[in-house]
């Protein structure tokens, strides 16, 4: 016969309790990084991993061109363990957020000096391209992330801050952030390989706001961005007819656009000087995922080369 002491049992319960307790209490809360490009987004997790918990500001679309910041964003970045700027004058309010919260958060500006000098863009939904940073009178363009090698920095400069701040799970932020920098590099070499099928004389494309001049200057191909994001009923006849001389004068096959910019203004341009028009690309943000962790950058890399490479055939 087996007897069973109650006292026993239930001390040895309660240690155990108070061991798995003390377990969980041990496990550091998630480091809440604030963003508010879905660039910047993609490419933290995909370094962070399950260590981070990335927090968006600015409403839910990708594009922080447009991004307004509201009371509640502010207490995010106060609470924040780190921000993360893109840069480059792309999210400057969530810099100025980050100065004004009072928020003890380190601050990230993730794409810092990785900027080219832009076209001079007069269209005031694009102001951004004027980075606060830059000398004056010079115009920055912020898409750096089309250049899968400035992204190479951006990871590294990632991996840095969040080893920074979390020393103990450094070497998972050094295994995940080696995943990518070589995803970049496959990237890079895919991209020289599908571009090898467009005959040279054909690498002149216009874009409808300036925004693959990283991209191209990357992969030899001439990019011009002619401002025509408006709409057409805020565009002058007069405006039409120079947006039609610039388009001819480039002598671009085809004109590329933003698929979640469409733009009327465009079309005109497009029908008027003979141009093929393809709205298709993701020029200032990511494909729509729920997954992050560099999937939606590397496929919106991916898509926007095979639309290009496709269009561009004889």
């Known amino acids: 016969m087996t007897f069973y002491d109650g006292g026993l049992m239930f001390a040895v319960a309660a240690c155990l309790t108070l061991a798995t307790a003390q377990a ?8 809440q990084v604030v963003v508010a490009s879905d660039v910047a987004a993609d490419l933290a997790a995909a370094v962070g ?16 061109h ?24 792309l999210d400057a309010d969530l810099k100025k957020m980050h100065a004004t919260s009072g928020s003890r958060a380190g601050l990230l500006l ?17 102001s951004h391209t004027h980075d606060d940073d830059a000398p004056p009178g010079v115009s920055t363009d912020p898409h750096a992330w089309h250049d899968p090698i400035k992204v190479i920095t951006m990871t590294d400069r990632l991996q840095q801050a969040f080893a920074e701040r979390r020393p103990a799970d450094a070497a998972a932020f050094k295994t995940q952030a080696e995943a990518l920098r070589a995803k970049l590099r496959e990237l890079d ?26 991209w191209g200057a ?12 408006g709409s057409e009923v805020d565009t002058s006849p007069t405006r039409i007819l120079e947006l039609v001389a610039s388009v001819r004068a480039s002598g671009a096959p085809v004109i590329f656009g933003d698929v979640a910019h469409r733009s009327r203004t465009a079309e005109v341009v497009a ?23 560099g999937s939606a ?13 496709k269009a561009l055939q004889p």
């Open 24 to 31: 969980v209490s041990e496990v550091p809360p998630k480091l």
């Open 49 to 64: 991993g399950s260590v981070i918990e990335v927090v968006r500001v600015g409403g839910l679309g990708g594009d922080p």
């Open 66 to 89: 447009h991004a307004e910041p509201t009371p509640a964003d502010a207490a995010k970045v106060a609470g924040a363990g780190l921000v993360i700027v893109f840069g480059l004058g």
């Open 110 to 126: 993730l794409a810092d000096g990785l900027g080219r000098e832009g076209q001079s863009c007069d269209h005031p939904d694009h």
């Open 189 to 214: 070499l895919w991209t020289k390989e599908q571009l090898a099928k467009v005959p040279t004389d054909r690498r002149t494309i216009v874009t409808t706001h300036e925004a693959l001049g990283h």
């Open 218 to 229: 990357r992969y030899g191909v001439r990019v011009i961005g002619v401002e025509m994001t």
């Open 271 to 293: 029908r008027e000087s003979g141009t093929r028009l393809v709205e298709t690309l993701r020029l200032d943000g990511l494909t729509p995922s729920k997954e992050m962790g």
């Open 297 to 309: 950058y590397l496929a919106t890399m991916r898509g926007n080369t095979e639309a290009i490479v």
